[in-house]
Every structure is written in C-alpha cells, then in structure tokens.
C-alpha cells in the first residue's frame, strides 16, 4: 500500500530495507544518514509502489544507494514532486 505523502519517508525507507532485503528491525533500526548500503537496486520496484511514485532509469546513480541518508534524500525529493 502506498505511503501518504505527509508520512515519514524515513520509517518507509527502513520498512523497506527490512521488508525486501530481510534485515532484521534492529539492524534497519541502527541506520543512521551514514549506514553504507550495498547498491539494492530490488528496492526501485518496492519503492515506487510504497511511496507511489515513479523512478526513471536516469534518477539513479551510485550515490542513491550509498547510503542510508543518500536513499531517504532521494526518496523525499521523489515524494515532494
């Protein structure tokens, strides 16, 4: 189910990672801005129906997925258009 668009993009982002990736709440619980993520590009598809928006091939780059801080930025400037 999509995500409002006045909720947090932050506990979206981590239900994300937790949901599709298999982490354990604590683990996506511990990220911080600076948590290095492994470039899951499985996560576009996931994204995009959570947050209902549209990702096109050439809003990503390596630095989306550098971080945990970098996905939640990208996903909030996705969110606020």
């Given amino acids: 189910m999509p995500v409002d668009r006045t ?3 932050t506990g979206a ?3 994300l990672l ?3 990736l298999g982490l354990s709440q604590d683990r996506v619980d511990a990220f911080d801005a600076d948590t290095p993520l492994f ?3 499985t996560l576009l ?3 995009e129906d959570r947050l209902d ?4 091939d050439d809003d990503i780059d390596g ?3 550098e971080t945990f ?3 939640v930025t990208f996903a909030e400037a996705k969110v606020a258009h």
């Avoid at 928006?53 to 096109?56: A, D, K, T, V, Y």
């Fill in 18 to 20: 937790r949901d599709v």
């Fill in 7 to 9: 909720s947090d993009v």
């Fill in 13 to 15: 982002v981590r239900d």
């Fill in 69 to 71: 801080g970098t996905l």
């Fill in 39 to 41: 470039g899951a590009l």
């Fill in 45 to 47: 598809t996931e994204m």
């Fill in 53 to 56: 928006i549209l990702i096109e």
């Fill in 63 to 65: 630095e989306t997925f």
